[in-house]
């Protein structure tokens, strides 16, 4: 019933762009605080991005600060990822996960996951 569906995943040049989506079905996205998290080989799961309920306020890691750029559009029940400036180190499956928090983006935990997108930065 409650589902999270993530998009947009491929394969891309270094320097290239990508836009993922997530989109929910069952529950109202904006109930929760998004949060985008990717898991590559050989390293640990990392959080890269979140934004608010409202889109007010949002969340980056060092990793990704100045080249991701998170956004919601809660009459689509859709948060986005948008990706620029890809580096290889880049490359693992990214995931959409509820946030714990009730409104804001925390330390909390998820409650809700997508199945994943892969992206892949080659040349």
């Known amino acids: 019933q409650v589902q999270l569906v993530e998009s947009g995943g491929d394969l891309v040049q270094p320097g290239g762009s990508l836009r993922l989506s997530c989109t929910a079905s069952g529950f109202t996205l904006d109930w929760y605080a998004i949060n985008w998290v990717r898991q590559a080989p050989g390293k640990e799961r990392e959080k890269v991005s979140c934004?608010?309920?409202?889109?007010?306020?949002?969340y980056y890691s060092d990793s990704v600060k100045g080249r991701f750029t998170i956004s919601r559009d809660n009459a689509k029940n859709t948060v986005y990822l948008q990706m620029n400036s890809l580096k290889p180190e880049d490359t693992a499956v990214y995931y959409c996960a509820t946030d714990r928090s009730p409104y804001h983006c925390s330390n909390y935990g998820y409650d809700y996951w997508g199945q994943g997108t892969q992206v892949t930065v080659s040349s």
């Open positions: 934004i608010s309920r409202s889109g007010d306020s949002t």
